[in-house]
């Protein structure tokens, strides 16, 4: 069984974002930029299943700018077999990358799609269940387990209130949530396999797609700052600031 | 203008996120709809013709439909709403699982998370955990977006009732099915709607610990939630996370009781209008965030705090 992993090249989720002074978009100018953290989990989810004898080859896709390869080498040292580099622009919209990510699909005919749920950046959640709407597969959106068996995937989904478990028939596209797993590092020898690993580059043309923006980014902005707090010496005197001065509770 | 807005539920009863989801809609046009899709759900549709600014109920009722799989739910939400200006739904997990599908097949973006409307093609999300808010103008005829519920006041509940017609379902489909379910049971309010959360994290150090928490929430009426730390640890499941991973609130009061308040957390109820921060450490981050900040140990503070209610 072969799987297609996406990943997205993100800023590193241990760095602050900044805007730009003209308030046009972010500052990711000589930012620390790494793997999107679900999509690691998608990766580690995928090299799991081929540990257990049940994926025999995993295929890495990202789409951007030429340095998403460090992002695909990074997946390689974790076990993915090769990598599919779609080349676009780093802001892609969720349903340009959905329609290039359902190309790699029909090339590759993978029986399943792994992704992160969402990306750090962009916060989206959409490009899973996007690609499954164009391939026409079904989706387990947000795993936080997976099992395969006779052509199907049985997969627990973080859902509001609790855990929903689904049955979904393969091929098909799952996202992973947090709780699936803890990504492995990458070890040294790996890294250096990985290099030799082979990297397809392809355009959207090549692939027969049309890119088309739909949303245009009118600027962006610092959340509203909170007021300075006070701070209280006693349970008592939170009590009586929360009844007399914020009026929260009777 | 019709707005279509996808009705959360149980097929027992109507969530209150979806009343936030009206207000919303009624920003976008003055026809709005409601979509009740699910299985024996008429209860259901009986309160959403309750809801104030809703014209018709459009109610699904069918047993492909049980569990609002996306699969099925899609196909009818495109029925009922490529005609429409907009198709709204919470930016709950079934909203977040629903309309990218629906977005896709009609060929238009989807808008995640809005916070605000400012006019009928442009809108306010937060990216980056919420570190930043993006303003993005919409060039398609159908907008589809997840409403963050928390930005929103509540439509009303009126006496009146609005005309509710049944829809028959779209299509059968077998690419996916529901195997089961596990629902925390609890007495306690939503923990997104409620208008005082008491939140526990690592601090607490175990789950029997966590119950320090249920007489504050039993005086208060309060929702109970959790950090990430304290999920992960293990304390008590994952449907009571509040964060940028978990769920998104803005009571009017929140408090957080031994959670450092890590940007993940934050993400999840800097919008509360009020924070009390109860925590030993006074360099944690969460007391950056909070109105009242009190330097103490939690489990002498809590029995305090109950008492003092």
Request: proline residues 4%; neutral net charge; contains cysteine.
């Amino acid at each position: 069984m072969k799987i297609v992993v996406a990943v997205k090249r993100t800023l590193d989720a241990y760095v602050k974002v900044r805007i730009r002074q003209d308030r046009s978009n972010v500052d990711l100018a000589s930012a620390k930029m790494a793997m999107n953290p679900f999509c690691e989990i998608a990766v580690e989810a995928a090299v799991r299943l081929k540990e257990a004898g049940v994926a025999t080859e995993i295929v890495v896709v990202s789409v951007g700018s030429d340095k998403v390869q460090e992002q695909l080498r990074g997946a390689m040292a974790l076990g993915a077999d090769r990598g599919v580099h779609v080349q676009a622009d780093d802001e892609l919209e969720s349903l340009n990358i959905a329609k290039l990510l359902r190309a790699v699909v029909e090339k590759e005919q993978p029986s399943l799609v792994l992704l992160g749920k969402q990306a750090i950046d962009s916060d989206n959640n959409q490009v899973g269940q996007m690609l499954a709407a164009l391939c026409n597969y079904p989706q387990a959106t947000f795993a936080s387990r997976i099992a395969i068996a006779d052509g199907q995937a049985t997969v627990a989904r973080e859902v509001d209130g609790g855990e929903q478990v689904v049955k979904v028939t393969l091929p098909a596209i799952i996202t992973t949530d947090l709780r699936l797993n803890e990504p492995r590092y990458a070890k040294l020898p790996e890294i250096m396999k990985a290099k030799k690993k082979p990297v397809e580059v392809l355009t959207p043309a090549q692939l027969g797609v049309t890119l088309r923006q739909h949303l245009k980014l009118v600027e962006v902005n610092d959340p509203p700052p909170r007021k300075a707090g006070v701070r209280v010496g006693s349970v008592q005197e939170l009590v009586a600031k929360l009844k007399n001065e914020a009026k929260v509770i009777a | 203008m019709k707005v279509l807005v996808i009705a959360e539920h149980d097929n027992i009863s109507l969530k209150s996120s979806t009343l936030q989801v009206v207000s919303a809609a009624r920003k976008l046009g003055n026809e709005i709809q409601l979509l009740v899709a699910g299985h024996d759900c008429a209860a259901v549709a009986e309160q959403a013709s309750h809801v104030e600014g809703v014209g018709r109920v459009l109610v699904c009722d069918h047993e492909s439909l049980a569990h609002q799989l996306a699969e099925a739910v899609a196909p009818l939400v495109i029925q009922l709403g490529s005609n429409a200006a907009a198709i709204l739904a919470a930016a709950s997990t079934n909203g977040k699982n629903l309309l990218p599908r629906v977005a896709a097949m009609l060929d238009v973006a989807q808008i995640s998370e809005v916070m605000a409307i400012i006019d009928a093609s442009t809108f306010v999300r937060p990216i980056y955990a919420g570190n930043v808010l993006a303003t993005v103008q919409s060039s398609d005829p159908v907008k589809v977006a997840t409403v963050r519920t928390s930005s929103f006041a509540a439509a009303q509940i009126v006496a009146e009732a609005c005309a509710v017609e049944t829809v028959e379902p779209r299509s059968s489909q077998t690419q996916s099915c529901f195997v089961s379910a596990s629902h925390s049971t609890s007495t306690r309010p939503e923990l997104g709607s409620a208008r005082v959360v008491i939140a526990g994290g690592r601090g607490l150090g175990s789950a029997e610990n966590f119950h320090l928490l249920d007489q504050v929430a039993d005086k208060l009426g309060a929702a109970i939630g959790a950090s990430r730390a304290a999920v992960d640890a293990g304390y008590v499941s994952n449907d009571l996370q509040v964060g940028q991973t978990g769920k998104i609130v803005a009571p009017e009061l929140y408090i957080a009781v031994g959670i450092s308040g890590a940007i993940q957390h934050l993400a999840g109820m800097k919008d509360s209008k009020v924070i009390v921060a109860i925590n030993k450490d006074p360099e944690a981050a969460i007391f950056q965030v909070a109105d009242y900040g009190l330097v103490a140990d939690l489990f002498t503070a809590l029995p305090e705090l109950a008492a003092a209610l």
